[in-house]
């Protein structure tokens, strides 16, 4: 169905106009879909993003500025992501030896057991490889590079 249908919304000022409106659709629309396959380990998108990011640091333990340099959501409070995740026992937290005034953010044994599941039980390529296959998946990342002005070719 298209975007206009979908959303019920009258003609669009130009096809960059409409092609925002659906890149917004559909950052949204990916976002339930992660928010939902998430859900069943009683964790959030954000919490699942600062435990994928901690499991890429480890050993070397993270501080809260290099989370919320590598979040997809920059918008999100990073320190009370990892309150939350210290309280459900999958992250610990302590403060630097050397910089009394940093904190050091790790994920513990139970934290990387919990994405073992979630790699081995979760399909994430499979929210899209249901639509897309993988040449356009490939040209899906090109166009959106792109419209960033990040591709290499630019």
């Known amino acids: 169905m298209s975007l206009q249908k979908e959303n019920k919304a009258p003609r669009y000022e130009s096809a960059f106009h409409e092609a925002m409106v659906n890149v917004a659709f559909t950052h949204n629309w990916c ?7 998430v859900s069943l380990y009683e964790i959030t998108n954000q919490q699942f993003n600062v435990l994928r990011i901690l499991r890429g640091q480890h050993p ?13 959501d920059k918008m999100c409070d990073a320190s009370r992501i990892v309150d939350r995740l210290v309280q459900k ?4 937290k302590q403060i630097n030896p050397y910089d009394k005034r940093a904190v050091d953010i790790m994920i513990n044994e139970k934290g990387q057991a919990l994405l073992k599941r979630m790699d081995r039980e979760m399909d994430l390529s499979g929210i899209l490889s249901c639509n897309l296959n993988t040449e356009e998946a490939k ?16």
């Open 60 to 72: 070397d333990p993270s501080t809260i500025n290099l989370l919320k340099s590598r979040m997809l």
């Open 89 to 92: 026992d999958l992250v610990d």
């Open 31 to 37: 976002n339930e879909q992660m928010k939902q396959a």
């Open 139 to 154: 040209q899906l990342i090109l166009l959106l590079e792109k419209a960033r002005g990040s591709h290499p070719d630019l």
